[in-house]
């Protein structure tokens, strides 16, 4: 048996990582990024095949990573997680500030940024791990990096329990990922997440 929430006591910390197709501009939220050596400079990321980020990284092999802290408002992780740049412009009706490769960064709420090149790159089936060179890193705050942890318990809104005794009432579940609530009579064993793509398992009945 694997118990879905022991995965989860891994530490992780959690970053938005750009990327652009000509001029259009697109990033996500990441939470495996990780040094792989120290010379030369390189780290390694891990991204979901479903991210518009992860075509436009295919394709250009270049990108960049801010590093988030525990001040980064909720909205940062619907901005940049909630939606696909497929469909939206994340970063419209706001500047950011580029690096020398030309990709926009976030200068708020994030104490580094990082930008790289990709050497390498692996297809494990649902995600892609790139292996990139570091072209250039800066620090932009000491405010302490955010963790996937951190985030659970202090920045992503808690869902409202719901009475279901009402005659006629429908039940509600809960996403544990990003909080969206499924209301029905039964929650199909197919469903998956509208917002954070994470599937029925990841989801526990309101009480």
């Known amino acids: 048996m694997i118990e879905k929430e022991a995965m989860f006591k ?4 959690l970053y938005v990582l750009t990327a652009k ?3 259009k501009q697109n ?4 939470n495996t990024v990780s040094m792989l050596t120290d010379s030369p400079k390189r780290i390694t990321v891990f991204v979901n095949k479903a991210n518009y980020t992860e075509e436009l990284l295919r394709k250009t092999r270049v990108f960049n990573v801010s590093v988030l802290t525990e001040s980064a408002p909720f909205e ?3 901005q940049f997680g909630f939606c696909s740049g497929r469909d939206v412009d994340k970063f419209a009706g706001k500047e950011y500030p580029t690096t020398e490769n030309g990709l926009y960064y976030l200068s708020d709420n994030v104490n ?3 930008s790289a090149k990709v050497v390498d790159a692996y297809d494990y089936g649902t995600h892609t791990l790139f292996v990139a060179e570091v072209t250039e890193a800066k620090t932009l705050s000491q405010e302490p990096s955010v963790t996937y942890e951190y985030y659970q318990k202090n920045i992503k809104p ?3 329990a719901v009475k279901t005794d009402e005659v006629g009432a429908k039940k509600r579940w809960v996403c544990k990922i990003c909080g969206y609530v499924y209301e029905g009579d039964e929650l199909p064993a197919d469903y998956v997440c509208p ?3 994470h599937p029925a398992e990841d989801f526990e009945l309101m009480q």
Do not use: H, N, S
């Open 76 to 78: 940062v992780f619907k």
């Open 112 to 114: 580094a940024v990082m």
């Open 10 to 13: 891994l530490t992780y910390g």
């Open 158 to 160: 808690k869902p409202q």
């Open 27 to 30: 990033g996500c939220i990441v």
């Open 195 to 197: 917002i954070c793509k």
């Open 21 to 23: 197709d000509g001029e």
